[in-house]
Every structure is written in C-alpha cells, then in structure tokens.
C-alpha cells in the first residue's frame, strides 16, 4: 500500500527536513492532474508523489526550494498556463491552467 502524504509528513518531519506541500487548487482545460492532487517537496530537492510532472512540476519545485532558502515562513500560490500548441512542441498532449498553492510545513 502506497504512503499518504500526511504518513509521509510524518514519517520524516524534523528540525532538520523542511518540507512545503503543493497541491492544485484550481484546474482548467485539460491539465495534467486534478483539483486537490498533491505532492511534498523537501529541502534537499526530493519529491513524494506528483502533481503532473514536466515542466509545470519543476516550476513548482523551484518555487519551494526557493521559499526554503528565503528562510521564510510564507506560502505561495503559483499560477501555470500551458496552451495546447505549447504542450505539442514539448510532447504533452495536456495543456490548460492550473494554480498550485505551495504550503511550507
């Protein structure tokens, strides 16, 4: 049986681990994954589980590893748009909007 996200917060949350979570809050179009999917990003640039994967998911990374070495405690809502030519150029057959909040643990 696969881990849920809040066993996983749990099974490696420390002073050490900082771990954001991000998860789609609004999707549009034919996005890559659904309202409430979600992922754990962890400071050292690890992932559990995935919000679509690409191009849009490294965004996101980024955004969190970003947010950890601004060694704040504010959350992020992050905005993607892909159109359907944009995906076709990179290989996708998804496009559309997805906005992700990025929520630091």
Same mark, same amino acid.
């Given at each position: 049986?696969?881990?849920?996200?809040?066993?996983? $917060?749990?099974?490696? !949350? %420390?002073? /050490?681990?900082? #771990?954001?979570? =991000?998860?789609?809050?609004? &999707?549009?179009?034919?996005?890559?994954?659904?309202?409430?999917?979600?992922?754990?990003?962890?400071?050292?640039?690890?992932?559990?589980?995935? $919000?679509?994967?690409? !191009? %849009?998911? /490294?965004?996101? #990374?980024?955004? =969190?590893?970003?947010?950890? &070495?601004?060694?704040?405690?504010?959350?992020?809502?992050?905005?993607?748009?892909?159109?359907?030519?944009?995906?076709?150029?990179?290989?996708?057959?998804?496009?559309?909007?997805?906005?992700?909040?990025?929520?630091?643990?």
């Amino acid at each position: 049986m696969r881990k849920s996200i809040v066993e996983k $917060i749990l099974e490696v !949350k %420390d002073d /050490k681990n900082k #771990i954001a979570r =991000a998860f789609v809050i609004d &999707s549009k179009s034919s996005s890559p994954r659904n309202v409430g999917n979600e992922m754990l990003i962890f400071s050292d640039g690890k992932t559990f589980s995935t $919000i679509g994967g690409g !191009k %849009d998911e /490294k965004i996101i #990374i980024d955004k =969190a590893l970003q947010l950890f &070495s601004e060694d704040c405690r504010k959350s992020s809502k992050v905005e993607i748009s892909l159109t359907r030519k944009e995906a076709a150029e990179i290989g996708w057959v998804c496009g559309g909007n997805v906005e992700i909040f990025i929520q630091l643990i």
